[in-house]
């Protein structure tokens, strides 16, 4: 099977993107050196390379592209020119692809555990559905294709858009796909990285198919006028989702650092007023239930109310102006000109299936212009095509081609088109892109689409007016996002599974989840209380324990000043004492020599000591404290004193 092939193929392109290389041919010349090593024979024939890249690596790279890179290693010595073929120099390749192929063994391990991851994750998750991993793999391959080669080539082919061959997934694959990678972006690092390369090298790769890739290095866009559809300014402005909000401002910023001048026609001016009057209409109650898509959606999630909606009509020509987007009227009509909008407009009925007759006339309008400005001539080249209309409707890219079939570079194209012509440029630039592509692609695939949508809320208004459901249930169902993801859990997404007792099976998983989320309120709730009731008490006991440690210190510091003023006061006693035993006694000697009265009265003293000693068993010592006693019981009254005053 080419699939794992193939996509493991496009993770290893990218390997090198951080190098910049000047020539974007360089990231391919690994796989075709490859492939030259595996072949069979010295003699290198074109057709065989190309065989060898497809049935190895799943590369289908064009035959002038495959022309190139044999040259580039003519020129490297891995190619010898002999008698006008090319020989394949196995000494030279010897020495080369250790790093290549480790590389690619690595990048298939993860590959697989990818596969496996959403093969397990769908069969845990919808027991009652059979998935294999087969079916995983063609899933992945399905949406990746979707994004790359292959509508690339449908668009810049001159022949009819194959319309089924491009259409993105839809229904119960597109939603398991869509709550895996939602998975995978949640808790799933690793897995959205693997994913992350693989589409970088599919951007690197569908830009063989462009006819644009010999003109990554050249000048930037700067002779294009990009005109954006509707849908691309209500992306960019957050009418449709902070993630599809975020991957519009991200393609602006891009096409501008190449240069590109960013425009809307006033046509498009008056359709953006128009769906933001309906949606003023519905927030005010209004019951049609046609005006209700996913801008209003979006707007009832953001918690919009009428008057928000009319203060953003107000500055709406400032805010697109702001984003750097210039309004201009289209070109005046010339007779040499005119096309046949009777037969484009049903080409476009008939592709899109506009139920607006205004949207209709709209893309007329649109497409028209754009054919004047380009002067109904033909080009190869978008940087030299001079305008181009940018949406994201595959099915008005399809119309717009049949209608004009030999325009050269399509005069519509989609947005992510553009984005992988722009990116593939200056990929550093927006290192993010692809990464925000894939979770816009998820958001949108987890919404219902407009004929589900239109469905649900048909039924929706019959129950109500035959009052089988009641205000607030009503109020639930229609407008909460809790009803909106029921309804694509119950249906997967696919119109055919909306039965009688959808909408019971909606409002049970609704009001469940709606109980769900006050029931983690509250305990969110509780939490906070807890952990604010665990600060509080643990303030308290910092603050108890900051008291205790003032009061040990105090503590400290008197018991320390008490034990060094009775050091002080002992030392001062005996000082006293001893001088006043030493005066006694020297007195006492005095008195026998110079009959003094002094010497007989010290006499008389140290005799009344002795004999208090021997009679009450008061020693020196005891004289001692005593006295060192009285002296610190004067110091302290003192110091008490002294504070006091």
Known sequence: MQNPKLLVS??????DLRQQRKDPLDYFVPFVKESLKLLD?????????????????GLDIPSPVIRTILNKLRRSGFLKPDQGIFKVNREKFQKSGKKFRKLRIDFEREYRSLVTKFAEYVKTRHKDFEFTEEMADRLL??????KGARILKAIFEEKDFDLEAVAPLRGKYAYYLAT?????????PNGVSYLEKIIKGNMLYSALFSGEFANISSPRFSNLTIYLDTPVVLKILGYKGHVSEEYGNQ???????????????????REIERILVAAEYVLSGGEDVHLYGDVVRTLIEKGYTPEMVRRDLDMLENRIEKKGIEIVSSPPFQEDLVIDERRLSKILQREVGYRHDEALQHDIDCLSAIYRLRKGEITYSIERSEAIFLTDNNRLVAGSKKFFRKSGIPLCILDHVMATLAWIKQPLKAPDLPKIQVMADCYIALNPTDELWLMYLSKLEELKKEEKISEEEYYILKYSAQAKSALMEVTKGETSAFVEGTIQQVLQKATESLLEKERAKVRIERQKRKMEEEKRIQAEKEVVKAR????????DAMRRETIIRQRLSNLFAKGIIIILFVILLVSSCLSYAYKSLWGIGATVFLLVINILGWVF??????????????????????GNKQELT
Request: proline share 1%.
């Open 41 to 57: 024979r010295d003699e290198v024939s074109l057709p065989q390379v190309k065989q060898q890249l497809l049935s190895e690596f």
């Open 10 to 15: 496009l993770a290893i392109l990218q390997t």
């Open 141 to 146: 391959f399905q949406y990746i294709e979707t």
């Open 251 to 269: 393609l602006l910023h891009l096409l501008r650092q190449e240069k590109a001048r960013l425009k809307i026609f006033t046509y498009t001016l």
């Open 617 to 638: 068993e008061i020693s020196g010592k005891k004289i001692t404290q005593l006295i060192s006693k009285w002296i610190v019981e004067r110091i302290i009254e003192a």
């Open 548 to 555: 205790e440690d003032v009061q040990r210190v105090k503590f």
């Open 180 to 188: 895996f990678i939602k998975e995978l972006l949640e808790n799933d």
